[in-house]
């Protein structure tokens, strides 16, 4: 059974908590946004000593090849003593096919959720509240027409803006993406020659979120956060899965996560190394006010 979720909101509340074997648990499947979601649970943790919580696309073994749902979606785990006390933890995840479920695997210690005075585990019950407001939707489950559903346009700093389109290589495109597109092609005239969709609705979203992630992939690498290079991993993945050639934009992705890594291993050594200068300072002041006290000691 499906419910229809009111105001983006679901609440899971899981009755005889601690009698629970199964590893794992599922909710009901509940309609948010035209999809179908349910939450997962590891009473006692998936590997950790913690409570672990996702939110997962529901249908996702029917819907078709090069589906992808992106999503922003926040979780809280109740304190029915006070809801200031509520534990929420938020997320915005590109879902598909490799990836049908994002959350958090340390939502909350074991030892903390099952505290008597605790308040989120109250008569045996636990109560989560899941939000969840679905930004853009490409591909339907089986028998549904080819379609893309975009709940919220993506802000492209330009991109994809005015009504008016033109065609650049069989690709409707607004007329303020014209000459990024065109120039795209010429540096990789053959990189779409093998997208398989002839929609024209659903080709338009292809286009954006190749330069969404072309746009991400020139920032600097400390502008970009882990979340940031997660998405663009999904976008990679997703723009090959419906055809296109991305080896460069697979090569540049992993340009940029070494320069990151890069980044924070130096950043870890400067920070080690001015832990040594500290210390090295403290060695020798004390050093100089030893050397100040046998002066005075000789003096006298």
């Known amino acids: 059974m499906v419910s229809e979720a009111d105001d983006n909101k679901f609440t899971w509340v899981i009755k005889d908590f601690s009698s629970l074997q199964s590893r794992k648990i599922y909710s009901d499947e509940f309609l948010i946004g035209g999809c179908k979601w349910c939450l997962i649970a590891y009473p006692k943790g998936s590997k950790v000593d913690s ?14 090849l090069g589906w992808t ?5 926040s979780l809280k785990l109740v304190n029915q003593f006070s809801d200031k006390s509520s534990i929420l933890r938020e997320a915005t995840d ?7 479920s994002f959350g958090f695997t340390k939502f909350l210690p074991l030892a903390k959720l099952h505290s008597k005075d605790g308040g989120f585990l109250v008569n045996n ?14 591909g339907e489950a089986e028998g549904s027409q080819e379609s893309v559903q975009p709940m919220k346009r993506p802000k492209m700093n330009g991109y994809g803006t005015g009504n008016k389109t033109v065609d650049v ?9 014209v000459a990024y597109v065109r120039c795209v092609f010429e540096k990789h005239p053959d990189f779409a020659s093998k997208v ?5 609705h659903l080709k338009p979203t292809y286009m954006n979120v190749l330069l969404e992630l072309i746009e991400t992939l020139c920032q600097l690498p400390e502008n970009l956060s882990d979340d940031d290079l997660a998405e663009a991993s999904a976008a990679v993945l997703y723009l090959s899965q419906v055809g296109f050639k991305v080896d460069w934009l697979e090569k540049k992705l992993e340009e940029v996560k070494e320069k990151k890594k890069k980044m ?11 832990e040594e200068l500290q210390n090295l300072t ?10 100040k006290k046998q002066n005075v000691a000789l003096v006298q």
């Not at 409570?51 to 078709?64: F, I, K, M, Q, T």
């Not at 590109?94 to 049908?100: A, F, H, I, L, R």
């Not at 290589?169 to 993406?177: C, D, K, L, R």
Request: with cysteine; aromatic share 8%.
């Open 125 to 138: 019950e636990l109560k989560i509240v899941a939000e969840v407001h679905v930004l853009q939707v490409i």
């Open 282 to 291: 403290k060695k020798c002041s004390d050093l100089e006010d030893l050397v």
């Open 264 to 274: 924070y291993t130096g950043k870890a050594q400067l920070q080690r190394m001015e």
């Open 51 to 64: 409570l672990s919580l996702y939110l997962g696309v529901a249908d996702h073994e029917s819907l078709p």
């Open 94 to 100: 590109w879902y598909n096919q490799k990836t049908p």
């Open 169 to 177: 290589n069989g690709f409707q495109v607004s007329t303020s993406q």
């Open 69 to 73: 749902r992106n999503a922003k979606f």
């Open 196 to 200: 398989r969709s002839n929609n024209q």
